[in-house]
């Protein structure tokens, strides 16, 4: 019983708290714009006005549940993928409660046409002579 209570407090304190759980209001928009997604593309995803994609990025409001969760999921994505300039407990925290999933790597794959040695086709031709 008791290791069922510590790991609901574990998981509590895990959770993103609203002191802490998003990164700083430019940080928001540089993440936004590195993805080449517009205050109107987020604001459509998230059933919300593009003004309130201004405000969050502005830091005048902060997004509420269950928006909040969502946003938090989208910018740790998008700073997994485009990198983070600034302390990164946030997006630590967003890791921990789960709201985002690690980035897969995937080898690169040869081209269309390259050989098994990683000489491209285009360069076949002149080992050959």
Excluded: N
Aim: hydrophobic share 35%; proline share 9%; glycine share 6%.
């Amino acid at each position: 019983m008791s290791d069922d209570l510590f790991s609901a407090i574990d998981a509590l304190l895990e959770r993103p708290r609203p002191a802490d759980d998003l990164p700083v209001p430019a940080e928001r928009e540089r993440l936004r714009k590195a993805a080449q997604y517009t205050q109107e593309d987020l604001a459509k995803a998230l059933k919300t006005r593009r003004e309130t994609i201004v405000r969050w990025e502005a830091g005048t409001t902060d997004p509420r549940p269950p928006k909040r969760e969502v946003y938090i999921a989208f910018l740790a994505t998008l700073a997994l993928q485009h990198g983070t300039v600034e302390p990164t407990e946030w997006l630590r925290r967003a890791q921990a409660a789960g709201l985002v999933r690690p980035i897969a790597q995937t080898p690169p794959q040869p081209a269309v046409g390259s050989r098994s040695d990683g000489v491209g086709a285009e360069c076949s031709g002149m080992l050959s002579r």
